[in-house]
């Protein structure tokens, strides 16, 4: 039988949710006014990050246009930090819909990874040292800020 998507309604208490709530702490990497850019606290690579939009989407299905474009500049922000400060070129751009697709966090979010589909580690699998969180978010800051 086919397992069908289990979250098709917008949680307020999913975990994304409470960072934009400023109830959880996380890496920021980049934020603006419709989106926001941290550290995956389990990187399937070093430096993988995660843009999420400030609106309630669950999926891509629910993804406002403005929004889309948003996190898509926002994407593209982070990916050129991440080229510079792993000097490397390869990046991946993942984004999975429904619990079918491997979905585990139900608010949108775009994976951001300097890996190679042929290296890539597991998904969501290994917790990141906090302090190694901390000081690439802080380079990928750097960059983006300047
Ligand atoms: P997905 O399975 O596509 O929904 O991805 C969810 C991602 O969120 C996974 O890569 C997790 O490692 C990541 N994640 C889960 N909890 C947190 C958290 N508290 N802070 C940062 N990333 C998280």
Do not use: C, W
């Not at 920021?28 to 990050?49: C, N, R, S, W």
């Not at 898509?72 to 490397?88: I, P, Y």
């Not at 580690?121 to 800020?145: P, S």
């Amino acid at each position: 039988m086919t397992e069908l998507n289990q979250q098709t309604t917008y949680d307020d208490n999913n975990i994304f949710a409470k960072m934009l709530d400023g109830d959880i702490p996380y890496h920021k990497v980049y934020e603006d006014d419709k989106t926001l850019a941290f550290m995956d606290i389990m990187p399937q690579a070093e430096g993988h990050v995660l843009v999420i939009p400030k609106q309630k989407a669950v999926d891509l299905a629910d993804l406002e246009p403005e929004y889309a474009a948003a996190v898509l500049m926002t994407s593209k922000k982070v990916m050129q930090a991440q080229r510079q400060v792993f000097e490397r070129e390869g990046v991946i751009q993942m984004q999975l819909n429904g619990s079918q697709a491997g979905q585990t966090v139900f608010h949108y979010h775009v994976h951001l990874i300097p890996s190679s589909i042929h290296e890539l580690g597991r998904h969501a699998v290994t917790q990141a040292d906090n302090n190694d969180l901390a000081d690439i978010a802080q380079k990928l800051a750097a960059v983006i800020n300047a």
